[in-house]
């Protein structure tokens, strides 16, 4: 069983800062997605990486994911109160389908 | 247009009875899923079937019963509700062996 550990569970921050969530497992993935979740809704797609070492940037948004693809993390540069949400890191594994297994997500509270 | 929906958007029920929920997805994908997230919010994987077939079906209680009556839709059915069904139950699909899964917006299930 694959199983995806996220830390911290809960980050409260004030706008303007800093902030990382990490994403850990002791299973090597296919490919490693983040996920963002507002209330009363699906989980949205935020972004794939499928290389180890691999790093992307979406605007204040960096994602790694680990040389040996079995972590990741996620790092949000000046955070914004829109920025509020939980976090969801999956990952996945080609040969079962691509099937997903989901950590259990960051709630992030940007106060303005 | 919606990507992937969802009927009921909330369903409160008793115990014991029989209910289903609908999915439905416009956006030519040829795999879907069920999910399950619980009160924690830790995302769980039910079901996957592609073409209408089913490839994934991980340990859940035969009392749920995925029917995929065609490639755009997957509807759960489930048996004898127990209050430990309570959760909220999103829809997803893919295509092909891309990553990207898109998700419906959700059924809260409330069995009392």
């Known amino acids: 069983t694959q199983l995806l550990e996220q830390s911290p569970q809960f980050l409260s921050i004030q706008e303007g800062e800093n902030l990382t969530v990490y994403c850990n497992s002791s299973?090597?993935?296919?490919?490693l997605q983040w996920y963002r979740q507002e209330p009363g809704e699906g989980p949205v797609l935020l972004v794939t990486?499928?290389?180890?070492?691999e790093v992307k940037k979406l605007k204040r948004l960096t994602f790694q994911f680990g040389d040996a693809r079995k972590d990741s993390s996620l790092h949000i540069t000046a955070a914004q109160p829109g920025d509020t949400g939980l976090y969801l890191c999956?990952?996945?594994?080609?040969?079962?389908?691509?099937?997903?297994?989901f950590g259990g997500g960051t709630r992030v509270l940007v106060k303005p | 247009d919606t990507a992937v929906s969802q009927t009921p958007k909330y369903l409160v029920t008793q115990m014991g009875n029989d209910k289903s929920i609908k999915c439905e997805q416009n956006?030519?994908?040829?795999?879907m899923y069920w999910y399950k997230q619980d009160s924690k919010k830790f995302l769980k994987i039910m079901f996957s079937?592609?073409?209408?077939?089913?490839?994934i079906n991980e340990t859940v209680p035969n009392r749920f019963s995925p029917k995929s009556p065609d490639k755009a839709h997957l509807n759960l059915h489930i048996n004898s509700l127990e209050l430990g069904d309570s959760a909220v139950y999103f829809c997803?699909?893919?295509?092909?062996?891309?990553?990207?899964?898109?998700f419906g917006p959700g059924t809260r299930l409330t069995v009392l």
């Open positions: 997803a699909s893919r295509w092909g062996f891309t990553d990207t899964q898109y």
């Open positions: 079937y592609n073409n209408k077939e089913l490839i």
């Open positions: 299973s090597v993935f296919s490919s």
């Open positions: 990486v499928v290389t180890g070492g």
């Open positions: 999956a990952g996945g594994i080609k040969a079962a389908g691509n099937k997903l297994t």
């Open positions: 956006l030519g994908h040829d795999t």
